[in-house]
């Protein structure tokens, strides 16, 4: 069973940064994706950014040239730095881990970190 823990949210001043880190726990295999998505209050989730294991990267629109994923193999983490932080990227941020067979696509979720941008 694949868990996902994630850490580094926090409060933040409008242009500041902050790094996301999420380590997964058990067997990662196949093809798979981890990345991020978020929520805020009275939304849906969305992603964020995510990367395969192979190294492609996929990104919103609202955090190109901001935000940058990538991950660890070896450690099996994948990090979110984030610059220039607005008040609209407050939300609760979840890791992600999607993995890919026969059977299509699988999920497995983070319990989510806060991340709050004050103006």
């Known amino acids: 069973q694949v868990q996902l823990g994630e850490s580094g949210g926090g409060l933040v001043q409008a242009g500041g940064s902050l790094r996301l880190s999420c380590a997964a726990s058990?067997?990662?295999?196949?093809?798979?994706?981890m990345g991020w998505y978020r929520q805020a209050p009275g939304k849906q989730r969305e992603l964020v950014a995510a990367v395969g294991n192979g190294g492609t990267t996929t990104y919103a629109d609202s955090v190109k040239g901001r935000f940058t994923i990538s991950r660890d193999n070896a450690k099996k983490m994948v990090f979110l730095q984030m610059n220039s932080l607005t008040p609209e990227d407050t939300a609760v941020y979840y890791c992600n881990l999607a993995m890919y067979n026969y059977a299509g696509r699988h999920d497995y979720w983070g319990q989510g970190t806060q991340v709050t941008v004050s103006s």
């Open positions: 058990g067997s990662i295999s196949g093809i798979n994706s």
